[in-house]
Structure formats: C-alpha cells, structure tokens
C-alpha cells in the first residue's frame, strides 16, 4: 500500500512552497522497494535571531499597575513594557518599525500603557557570530492632537492626546509610499491613518463586518458579532500602496462556520472597503490569523497559529494563500510555506535559550503575530510575548520578544524508506491520541501516514477516538450535565459501560476535552491532559493535506472504520459521510494519499465499491471479523490469513494490517519465534504487509528486547522493528513514529 502514482500529482500542489522560484520537482510515492519522491524540497532554516529583554522598560511613565501578575512580575512597572512585536514594517535598511498591541490584554487594565511604534535594530546572532540583541532607539507616539476621534479617549483633555492600550487594541501595520502607517486595530475593528510621527490623519475608519463588545458606536441591546479580541490581528497591503487587505483574526459569532476567516480589501484612494472578500478555512475553530504580508499581487503569506505555547503547541504556521484560487469549498487554496515548530538550526543559533531553541529550532510561543517577506526573499518571524503572561521558552520566566530570519533554503530531498511508518492515533507515545497535538508530533517526526480511528456523533459526524465509548479519552466523566448519558450498551457482541459519542452532537463532543489513554503507562503525557478537542476526521484531513513529510512528499491519512456492524444498527453508517470528507478535501482518487482500514470485511466490500482509494484488511491476533459473527459465518482471522484466504482478501483490498503475533509468534518464554508464511503468501495474493503495534515500553516489547523488568521502562524497539522487517513487512504502525523512521530510514 505503499503509495505509487497517486503522489506525482498531490505532491506537487501539497510540497512546502517557494516564494518565487520553481517548486520542488515531485516523484512517485513509491511501494515498499521502490525508489522515487521529489528530487528537492525546501527546507526552512533559522539564519538569524535577535531577542530583546521581556523586562525591557522604555521610556515613559509606570505601566501595568492593573496587569495581571504572573511569573514573578507584578505591575506598576517604572516605565513603558514593550510586550512583544504584534506588526513589523521593514524600514529597508537593516532596521524595523515594530509595533506592541495595547498592552496587556484589555481595555480595563492598559490605560496606562502608550501606543507607539518601536524603531529598532537588531543586532543579529548568525553563523558568523553577533550578540543576538534588539536594540530600541526612538518611537513614535500614536495621537490625535487633531480630535480625529469623536469619542472620549483617556488622554481627551491633554493637548497631545496621547492614545493608549484603553483606546484602541493596534496589531497590524502597512506603511504607505509617503511615510504613513496604516494600523489595524481590534476594538472597533477599525483601521487607523496616521503620519509619520505617529498623529491620527482622519477618524478611524469602522469596520464593514461589523463590531466588537469594545467597540465604542455600539449601541444599547445591539449584539456585536466579532469576539472580543478578534479583530484584525493580520492585515497585509499591496506594493502600491492602494489596497489593504485585513483579515478577521477569528469567526463571526453568528457564522455556521467557526472555520471561517475573512480577508477584505480596503482601497486607501477612496478611504472605503471594495466589497471584495474571501473565505480562509482554519484547522480548528479556536485557531487564530496572526499577520498576513502581501508578496505578490494576488498572493499572501498568512499567519495561523492556535492559543497554546511551549510543549503544548500544535498550529504555529506560514500559509501561502492564492486569493484566485479557491478549493472544492469555496475557501482561498493555502499551501504550507514553514511550519514554526521545526526550522531547521544547523548552527545552534539562540541554543540554550529555553524549550525549542536546539536543532530543529521552534517558535512555540502562544502569539505568534508577525511575518515579513525580506527583499532578499527570506523571511521575519516575530512574537508578542504577552508580558508578563507567556512563558513558552522557560517556565516561570516571560518570554523575550524575539525575531528570527527564516531562509528557505532547497536542499535535496531525504530518500524516501523503503518502510511505510504510520503514526499510531498520530504519535500516541507522546501526546494524547487522537488529538490533533498527537498528530502533529507524527508528522514532525516524519511518518508517512496518520491515522485516525473514526467512531459518529449522534449528528452523524465522524470523529477521531480509539472507541465510541469515551471515559477514558476524555474528560467526560467530569462534566455533571452529562452524568445521566452514562449507560450500557453491548458493543460487537460485548458489554460496554460509559458515555458513547453516538449520544453526543459534535457541539457537545467539542465541550469536551482529550486525556492519556493509558496515564500509567505513559505519565509524561498526562502533561498534556485538558487543551485539546475531539478532532472531526475533516479536521484530520486538513490538517495532513496542508502538511509535508520529511521527504517532501503529502502526509497520508490511514482512517480505520470502528465498528461498522453497530453503526450501521443505530442509523449511523460510517462508511457514507467517510467517503463524503474525503470527497470534500480532494482525496477520494486512486492517487490521494489515503489508505481505508476495517477489522470488519463487510464494509471494505462495500467502500471498494464507492471509493478508489487504497483499503486495507486488518486482522487480528484471534477472533473474527465481527460483520461475519453477525451474519454467523464461522470464518474467522485465522482463516483470513490463509492462502486462499488471501486470494480472496486480494479481491476487495490492497494490503492487509496484521496483528505482529500473526507474523512471528511469541515462544512461551515470550521470545520471538519462527516467523509464519503469511507475508510471504500476502505478497504473492498481491497484498501489501503493514504490521501493528509497534511501541517501545517493555510491557508491549518481546522479551529479549526489553530493557529491565518495568513494564512502563523503555526497551529497544528499533530491534524488534528490524526483526519484522528483516521478515519482509512493508509498513509499521508505531506510537513512537521517531523511532520507526530512525530504523527503517
């Protein structure tokens, strides 16, 4: 099941993205002893880093005395915090003008905290040495000495008006071919004109979409429909200087799609929005645009990030958005440009800083808000560092603002492995399964494939969880309005005690948080217990069609039907709205990276019929199929497995999935023992071999590759893996998908 021809097609349009030159040139997937992939890719490649302190204090009067303390800092702080860089405009000369938001968070508590813009110079640290520091020379102070505003600010009776943090929440900025600046701004939204010392040239221009909870023109009883905080986070402008293009940072309240962003256009000759808009489709609802910067005249470079930070984080990435295309949805097509949790850092530059400061180097900080294209083409990342409240790098300490120049280097493309490595419920040894967390980790340690395990909601929507029934994946047993859902139900023959998605809409299920499966098996992901959804399997899909394997080639997804005899009882077919999403996100097609799994045999019979894609017999170390238990045909796996069991699997499906012991039996000392035909036998009926599970505590490992006594102890599995291979299996599923990929090449 390795895949062939379908990724000459996908890679193409999936591989990470060159800003000018050609893309990277795409080559077969190639089976399991085949050659091929793209012969180059880009690699995205830390080349300079500057910090500027978090306790950095620029001149002015006490702020934060209302700021919510945290990491042993409490306000008023004896002059003006800079909390980090929100926007950036590229001065041309080496130097920047950076601007901070309002402060620190809300209207209520930064009053005391100056707009301005920072004019600043880093002092790069690169290969070639270089103290690695921002330095901050002379700012601009906004104001509206002009009384463009027409409602009350704080400063409204001083005659420089000076604005601040309890005025207007600044985040983005373009400046103009005459020095000017255009800011966009989250608490009308409005955007903001002024010159270039900083003064207010007419009033804030409202927003067409609508308003804020902050917003000042709100009127009594009127429902605002942009979130707080929401606004335009992102704004990008063209060349000319005409057009601005601001983006909604979040959904509309009332949007049926909390996936939507809108990007609008503004024309700064008439001062008014042209009524052109597009749709961008995040990952997840919370997922937040953090910047935008225009590199083309129809393209920008996008920011989209999620809330998390340090360890915890899963979305910190750089979209390149093609405004003339849309995809099968009607959403602008984005094509990954780097994604910010795995730059690669050959010169240890900033090592030793705090999490995600080695090789590969990240950027895992919660605010994540800005991107410039240089003039030479590389890129400016940047952070807000939400001061004193973010403490991505070292915990308990605030994160510094740091800027990092990105190059997007083309390299050569690593040889794809001759092995298929498939992230396990993505990389469960790491984070919580199933979770879109636990499905990055796969992808940033290079497998081939995700898979998701699908099980319905009671609104017949297919979500990632091991099984239906989900006390012990999420938080549910906690949540008392749910209490009475706690039932009995008999599952595939069994008697099963618990809450059911299927007694769940996705709105419900979305309430509810993702924990560690086996908390004492693997305590260290109970650290990651409580941030993260139930993910759809659209969600899924998104996430690995916008993503690139270490190759250069698109991440497959590897979906496995749950119990379909049951769903199939209740009304909720899986098989249906499985091949609908697959539909939607353009890979129901014989090349698409995707491969169908089932224990069951009935409902790969039938997806054969409906659906090109690649299906996979999974079967199990005993028992039998339960579609055939229900239908009392008295075959079970071990008849699956025979020769002409085979021939007949061959007949509806590419590959089969076996349990290990069906491969190579354990000895009674729990040793590994004579390995059995059915790889062999599986090849000659035409059938890839993918082999489950693969994980490296001792508890799941043969004995001779343990590592002690302790179950939870990690032994060797690149040994086992070897011993499977050497066998002849084609493909692994493995929590540890770093390990599989460092054996199997």
């Not at 690695?132 to 102070?141: A, D, P, T, W």
């Not at 701004?185 to 902050?214: C, I, N, T, W």
């Not at 969600?539 to 379909?564: F, I, M, N, Q, W």
């Amino acid at each position: 099941m390795r895949r062939t021809a379908a990724l000459s097609v996908l890679a193409a349009t999936v591989t990470v993205a060159l800003l000018a030159p050609t893309p990277a040139t795409a080559g077969d997937r190639g089976g399991a002893g085949h050659g091929g992939g793209p012969q180059h890719v880009v690699q995205p490649t830390l080349v300079a880093r500057a910090t500027l302190s978090a306790d950095f204090l620029a001149p002015g009067p006490p702020s934060g005395a209302l700021a919510t303390a945290a990491n042993g800092r409490q306000g008023p702080f004896a002059g003006q915090v800079i909390p980090g860089f929100s926007g950036v405009v590229d001065a041309g000369d080496g130097t920047f003008w950076a601007l901070p938001d309002n402060g620190f968070g809300t209207k209520a508590n930064s009053a005391d905290f100056l707009l301005r813009l920072y004019h600043v110079t880093p002092d790069w640290q690169t290969a070639r040495g270089g103290a690695g520091q921002i330095g901050v020379g002379e700012f601009l102070s906004l104001s509206d000495p002009d009384h463009r505003i027409d409602f009350p600010i704080v400063n409204e009776t001083t005659p420089d008006r000076l604005l601040t943090g309890a005025d207007f929440d600044v985040e983005s900025v373009v400046r103009a071919k005459d020095g000017s600046f255009w800011i966009g701004e989250e608490f009308g939204p409005f955007l903001l004109h002024v010159d270039a010392a900083g003064r207010l040239l007419a009033a804030p221009v409202p927003f067409v979409g609508g308003k804020s909870p902050q917003n000042p023109y709100l009127q009594p009883g009127e429902t605002p429909n942009v979130r707080a905080s929401r606004g335009f986070e992102a704004m990008a402008g063209s060349h000319d200087g005409r057009f601005l293009y601001p983006i909604s940072e979040g959904a509309f309240v009332d949007d049926a799609d909390q996936r939507r962003r809108t990007i609008y256009e503004f024309d700064t000759t008439t001062g008014a929005y042209t009524g052109r808009t597009w749709a961008y489709q995040t990952h997840q609802d919370a997922n937040v645009i953090g910047d935008a910067f225009l590199t083309g005249k129809r393209e920008l470079l996008v920011i989209e990030r999620d809330d998390f930070q340090g360890a915890t984080s899963v979305v910190k990435r750089v979209y390149r958005v093609e405004l003339d295309k849309t995809d099968a949805e009607g959403y602008v097509r984005k094509t990954l440009v780097l994604d910010a949790l795995k730059i690669a850092n050959p010169d240890r530059l900033g090592s030793g800083d705090g999490y995600g400061t080695d090789d590969p180097f990240s950027l895992p900080v919660q605010s994540f808000e800005t991107v410039v294209q240089l003039r030479d083409g590389r890129l400016l990342l940047a952070n807000d560092n939400n001061y004193p409240g973010n403490a991505a790098r070292v915990a308990g300490t605030p994160d510094d603002t740091e800027m990092v120049v990105v190059d997007l280097r083309r390299v050569r493309a690593a040889t794809p492995g001759e092995v298929t490595v498939v992230g396990h419920r993505g990389a469960s040894g790491y984070r919580p399964e199933h979770t879109l967390a636990s499905y990055e980790t796969a992808i940033l340690q290079c497998a081939d494939y995700i898979e998701p395990d699908l099980v319905s909601t009671k609104d017949g929507v297919l979500v990632a969880r091991h099984e239906n029934e989900i006390s012990g994946t999420t938080n549910v047993a906690d949540r008392a309005e749910f209490a009475a859902r706690k039932t009995t139900k008999t599952i595939d023959g069994r008697s099963v005690t618990g809450w059911f998605t299927e007694d769940f809409t996705l709105a419900e299920l979305k309430t509810l948080r993702a924990k560690e499966r086996l908390p004492a098996v693997r305590p260290a992901n109970t650290a990651f217990d409580g941030p993260y959804e139930i993910p759809t399997f659209d969600e899924v899909l998104d996430l690995a069609r916008h993503s690139v394997s270490c190759d250069g080639r698109p991440v497959g997804v590897y979906p496995e039907t749950k119990h379909p005899t049951y769903f199939d009882s209740i009304g909720l077919s899986l098989e249906e709205p499985l091949v609908a999403q697959l539909t939607a996100n353009g890979l129901n097609d014989r090349r698409a990276p995707v491969i169908i799994q089932s224990f069951e045999t009935g409902n790969l019979r039938q997806l054969d019929r409906v659906t090109n894609v690649e299906l996979a017999q999974l079967v199990d170390c005993s028992g039998a199929p339960y579609d055939l238990v229900a239908a009392a045909d008295p075959r079970t796996y071990r008849d699956l497995v025979t020769r002409d069991g085979l021939r007949q699997v061959a007949r509806y499906a590419d590959g089969v999935g076996l349990c290990k012991d069906v491969m190579i039996p354990r000895d009674a000392d729990g040793t590994l023992g004579t390995p059995t035909p059915v790889i062999r036998d599986a090849h000659k009926a035409g059938l890839e071999v993918h082999g489950w599970t693969f994980r490296r505590e001792n508890q799941f490992l043969p004995a001779e590759f343990r590592s002690s006594a302790d179950p939870i102890a990690v032994g060797d599995l690149t040994g086992e893996i070897r011993v499977f291979v050497g066998a002849g299996m084609d493909g692994l599923f493995s929590d540890n998908p770093d390990l599989a990929v460092a054996t199997v090449g």
